[in-house]
């Protein structure tokens, strides 16, 4: 099948392929890290896991995930009763003790980090979490834990191995007393099998004013593959390259799909369904926000007018959506 013929929808992939649900294990942050999978949230199996109190009240899930989990439990890697240092900002909250110098030394002051009180937690390791709920790995494994992301990921290794993509928080300067640093943490998944991908999300500081390094990274949100060849099975592979195109690297996908041998005509599902999905939904955009404000300032006399007209039909997207919109 050529990847140009026919498109699926990105809601079938999973029936289309024959494959189980796409399994996503969510540590800490109170499950927020999953939202950026809804558009493929009826093929997910979600597990967040948080042990923070104010999200003890039952709630239903109303992202429309196929199904969802939450496990009120801290993950260490120690099992047992831990020391949790609840902070200003519940988000903050950590099993390591905040490291007051470093937040004044690198954001300014320490604002939202001071500790409140503290709280007794149950910890599990990775791995007894995991074979207690009977997962053996997943597709794709989210970590925010403030500073014990790679403490968590040593307790199970053998979880690690069976899962396809890392998200995970990472830091430059010790914002947790005693915590591991990016480096480590590329360090110890490059000898799991694991390569780096991309930094998403994070924090930089402009040092030129300061005396420092202009962009100093201070966190960041860093996606690591699991890329052994020879080692990905067909299922892992295809689930893997969903969620690579749901997180926006099509060609990363593709190629994942290529080197682990998945034939072209499932390659070709998987990348019409995603670039169907996207067409559908700028098409939407178009109608319902951009083509009304075309239409609205070619009917206003305003300076500059034709010259923004003229602008905007040098644009090839807008001027498409200029050519092909029935007025």
């Known amino acids: ?13 999973c029936r289309l392929l024959n494959l189980a649900p796409l399994r996503i294990v969510d540590i800490g942050a109170g499950g927020e890290n999953a939202l950026d999978l809804m558009s493929i949230a009826p093929l997910c199996e979600v597990h967040e896991v948080e042990p923070r109190e104010q999200l003890d009240a039952e709630k239903k899930d109303i992202r429309g995930f196929g199904k969802y989990f939450r496990h009120k439990t801290a993950l260490s890697d120690t099992c047992g009763p831990q020391n949790l240092f609840v902070t200003k900002i519940p988000e903050a909250s950590s099993l390591l003790r905040p490291h007051l110098l470093n937040l004044k030394r690198w954001r300014g002051d320490d604002a939202g980090f001071e500790i409140v009180s503290e709280a007794t937690v149950h910890c599990e390791t990775l791995g007894a979490f995991s074979t207690r709920i009977n997962l053996n790995g997943c597709d794709l494994l989210k970590l925010d834990t403030q500073g014990s992301e790679l403490n968590i990921l040593l307790s199970g290794i053998e979880f690690v191995c069976n899962t396809s993509i890392i998200s995970i928080e990472v830091e430059f300067v010790r914002l947790y007393e005693g915590q591991y640093l990016f480096d480590d943490i590329v360090r110890e998944l490059s000898n799991l099998g694991f390569r780096f991908v991309n930094f998403t999300h994070g924090q930089s500081l ?19 593959l699991r890329d052994s060849p020879g080692k990905i ?19 990363e996908a593709i190629w994942y799909m ?60 807008l001027n498409s959506i200029i050519r092909n919109l029935s007025y």
Do not use: C
Request: charged content about 25%; aromatic content about 10%.
């Open 1 to 13: 099948m050529h990847p140009n013929h026919s498109a699926f929808p990105v809601q079938e992939l």
């Open 206 to 224: 402009d040092g030129l004013d300061r005396g420092v390094a202009p962009q100093k990274r201070i966190w960041a949100d860093a996606l690591f």
């Open 233 to 251: 099975s067909r299922d892992a592979a295809l689930s893997a390259a969903i969620v690579l195109f749901q997180l926006g690297y099509d060609d």
């Open 258 to 317: 290529k080197d682990h041998e998945i034939s072209e005509g499932e390659i070709a599902i998987v990348a019409n369904a995603f670039r169907s999905s996207r067409a559908a939904n700028a098409a939407f955009l178009a109608r319902v926000f951009i083509f009304p404000t075309i239409k609205a300032l070619r009917n206003i006399k305003f300076p500059g007018r034709d010259i923004a007209i003229k602008a905007a039909k040098s644009v090839p997207w």
